[in-house]
């Protein structure tokens, strides 16, 4: 290992060294991450500026929104990181949508698109999915809803040219395209997700927000770091970066966290809030999550998730 390495004990040198680390820069943002360093501006990524413009007319005007988020341990949690800004903002014309992970699929649907078109819904905001939804965002721009993708997988690719088809959507949050240069490029969905609300609040607290609109204090996004860091470590996505940024602080509000779902649901496996670990996440918490789509119904999860009622959420547990 690098000398510069040498104030590690010599276990912890070779771990870094085969984790491709060797200086001390690096190691120090590997072994005790940073919140503000090791963050990136969400406006460095692709289409967020249109993203964030387009929510905050949609704000004003108080049109019907609908979070399409997926069925998994990625998309659920991402949906609740939504979920809890508008609420927390005082927004209340918008709904979770979450398809049935048998019936429906995953990704959008015309069907879900049909009848959001009878429910006058104008704008619908996607996490963990979409991105290869080509057809479907189409049929919701004939249908006069707006669509924002929020993903992470790699979009389709077109045979004969080697390019990448992304859908006509209003904007398209996902660093897997070719041309979007953010820094890192490895999100989850509930990640890129959490990457938007900052995004959104970033230009509420300089004024560009709706009026009327509750701004919340600067610092309360953190809060929504236990559903980033529970879909981080879920999805398997490297630890790395910003990743690791989500992870580290997403166990520490994991472990003090307030919603009454999640504190019923860790007391009936058995797990320890206060010591919670990232196995007790992957192995406890996580497919219990992932259950749900795959034994009932998938909006049940999420509303364990996003609900302060202490009674639903033991029930729901």
């Given amino acids: 290992a690098d000398v510069s390495l040498a104030e590690y004990p010599p276990l912890v040198r070779s771990l870094l060294f085969h984790r491709g680390i060797t200086d001390t820069e690096a190691a120090a943002r590997f072994l005790a991450p940073d919140y503000v360093r090791d963050t990136h501006d969400p406006f460095l990524m692709k ?10 007319v949609a704000i004003a005007r108080g049109e019907c929104i609908v979070i ?4 998994d341990w990625d998309g ?3 949906g609740v990181i939504l979920h809890d800004f508008f609420k927390k903002i005082g927004y209340s014309n918008f709904t979770n949508y979450v398809p049935h992970r048998y019936s429906e699929g995953y990704g959008l649907n015309r069907e879900a698109i049909e009848q959001f078109r009878v429910d006058g819904v104008r704008l619908v905001i ?6 290869t939804d080509v057809e479907e965002v189409a049929l919701a721009g004939e ?3 707006d669509v924002i993708i929020t993903d992470h997988h790699l979009p389709l690719v077109d045979a004969a040219t080697g390019q990448q088809v992304i859908p006509r959507a209003c904007a398209v949050i996902n660093n897997k395209q ?6 890192f490029k490895e999100l989850c969905g509930a990640g890129t997700a959490f990457k938007l609300v900052q995004g959104l609040l970033q230009h509420m607290r300089n004024g560009q927000g709706a009026p009327k609109i509750a701004v919340p204090p600067e610092g309360w996004e953190k809060w929504l770091l236990d559903m980033a860091g529970l879909a981080t470590i879920a999805d398997m996505v490297p630890l790395q970066g910003e990743n690791r940024v989500f992870a580290h602080f997403g166990l520490t509000v994991l472990r003090k966290s307030r919603r009454p779902g999640l504190q019923h649901l860790l007391r009936l496996a058995r797990v320890s809030q206060s010591s919670l670990s990232e196995d007790d996440v992957g192995f406890m918490v996580a497919p219990r999550i992932n259950a749900a789509s795959r034994m009932g119904e998938p909006s049940e999860a999420l509303r364990l998730l996003a609900t302060s009622d202490a009674l639903e959420g033991g029930a729901l547990a």
């Fill in 47 to 56: 289409d967020m500026e249109r993203a964030v413009e387009r929510i905050l």
């Fill in 68 to 71: 399409y988020n997926d069925y």
């Fill in 76 to 78: 659920i949690p991402g």
């Fill in 126 to 131: 996607t996490v963990d999915c979409g991105i």
């Fill in 143 to 145: 249908s006069g809803i």
């Fill in 178 to 183: 070719h041309d979007d240069h953010y820094p």
